[in-house]
């Protein structure tokens, strides 16, 4: 029997104390774990847990998220979440988001496994009006290298909408060997790696600059300097993205870039999850 679990998010800005407050409703089994305030009232983490621990042919998990104005959220997962092998009927991750002017994000979940034999659509939009910011990130690894259980079936379709102005689509399937092994696609490799930093309109040329000078620094000194490369591919997005054979030297790279973005964009230190070190 298929899961169907959607948890609406609702982030307001509270004026008297400063800080941000989180209303909540769920239908299935998708929870807010718990929701932290490590950096004092005015940026709320949050924990999203999913208890069946997976998804599988025709399971659906639906976010709906909403951040008024003057709101911050930090948004991240226990673990990972994994797409398992299905015998036909597609499972759907689906992320909707919205962050009104003066509003901050921070979705930062950890990595998207996807098992040989999935058929999994992952589908984020992210909609920021006219001074919105946010930081997010996307990794994916295909199959499960350490358990010789490398992704030869399946598909994985995911749908990334940033802002106004980046959009990005794409499949992949286990028996695309010029796609996953080919020198234009993964090469070879299977860990998969996206942060972004993103505005409602476009950044100053001076601020766009230096958030890519800073991430191509991280980068060179970090091992997988050789496969990872910052780009803006709109005027309101800077991108970091990297390979590598596992993810978890893709998820360092990142949480490094993302300290480093967070203080230069924001003058806030970064402030990682406790949960990512459990």
Same mark, same amino acid.
């Given at each position: 029997m298929a899961w169907h679990a959607?948890?609406?998010?609702d982030y307001r800005a509270e004026p008297a104390t400063g800080g941000t407050r989180l209303d909540f409703r769920h239908d299935g089994p998708l929870r807010i774990l718990k929701s932290l305030f490590p950096e004092g009232p005015e940026v709320c983490h949050s924990v999203l847990v999913h208890p069946p621990g997976g998804l599988v042919g025709g399971d659906?998990?639906?976010?709906?998220?909403?951040?008024?104005?003057?709101?911050?959220?930090?948004?991240?997962?226990?673990?990972?979440?994994?797409?398992?092998r299905s015998g036909g009927e597609r499972a759907l991750q689906s992320v909707?988001?919205?962050?009104?002017?003066? $509003?901050?994000?921070?979705? +930062?979940?950890?990595?998207?496994?996807?098992?040989? %034999?999935? @058929? #999994?659509?992952?589908? =984020?939009? !992210?909609?920021?009006?006219?001074?919105?910011?946010?930081?997010?990130?996307d990794v994916l690894a295909l199959g499960l290298p350490a358990a010789d259980a490398p992704f030869v079936a399946g598909d994985y379709c995911h749908d990334i909408a940033v802002g106004p102005r980046w959009w990005?689509?794409?499949?992949?399937? $286990?028996?695309?060997?010029? +796609?996953?092994?080919?020198?234009?696609?993964?090469? %070879?490799? @299977? #860990?998969?790696?996206? =942060?972004? !930093?993103?505005?409602?309109?476009?950044?100053?040329?001076?601020?766009?600059?230096?958030?890519?000078?800073?991430?191509r620094e991280v980068a060179a000194a970090h091992a997988l300097a050789a496969t990872a490369?910052?780009?803006?591919?709109?005027?309101?997005?800077?991108?970091?993205r990297v390979l590598a054979p596992r993810v978890e030297p893709v998820q360092d790279l990142l949480t490094r870039t993302w300290r480093a973005w967070r203080a230069l964009a924001w003058g806030r230190d970064a402030c990682a999850p406790r949960v990512w070190r459990t």
């Open positions: 959607r948890l609406n998010l659906t998990v639906e976010v709906d998220l909403r951040l008024a104005t003057g709101a911050h959220a930090l948004l991240t997962t226990p673990g990972a979440t994994r797409f398992y909707q988001a919205r962050v009104a002017a003066g $509003g901050r994000l921070e979705w +930062l979940p950890l990595e998207t496994l996807v098992h040989s %034999g999935a @058929r #999994a659509d992952n589908r =984020l939009r !992210f909609e920021l009006e006219p001074g919105a910011e946010m930081f997010g990130w990005e689509r794409g499949r992949t399937s $286990g028996d695309d060997a010029a +796609l996953l092994d080919g020198p234009c696609g993964w090469a %070879g490799h @299977r #860990a998969l790696g996206t =942060l972004w !930093f993103a505005a409602g309109t476009p950044l100053a040329d001076d601020r766009r600059e230096a958030l890519l000078e800073t991430a490369g910052a780009t803006a591919p709109q005027p309101d997005v800077v991108t970091l």
